[in-house]
């Protein structure tokens, strides 16, 4: 299953060459380093070594939202557990749940994507 679906808005696509496998359409990739980490978001499938694109921010997707965080709450992605999280110690910046926040842990909800806001 698909990390997130992509629901509507205008992501900006950069260029991308997964080196650690191959990268399925909706997957979360993590770019960069740990002190600067952030993550982008196939569309597509991109095979492994072979230049392919991912957003960099600016659309809205459905993710699975791990504990429970309320609309308009900010949200960082969780590699782990390939769900959003309100925990931003060693996770990636997603962005903020729009829609559908607050319904229990472990449901949907809508995110915007917007991790070049980090903090």
Known sequence: MADTTFRHGNPVMIDHTPSG?????GEVVLLGNTA???CGIAHVAIT???????????????VVNLDDAADYAEVWWDNSANK????????????????????????????????????
């Open 21 to 25: 496998g191959d990268v399925a359409a």
């Open 36 to 38: 600067g980490l952030q």
């Open 48 to 62: 492994n070594s072979t230049l392919g694109a991912v957003a960099a921010g600016g659309g809205v997707y459905t």
């Open 84 to 119: 959003v999280t309100t925990t931003s110690t060693n996770n990636a910046k997603f962005g903020y749940v729009v829609r559908d926040g607050g319904g229990g842990a472990n449901t949907n909800c809508l995110a915007i994507h917007a991790p070049a806001e980090n903090t």
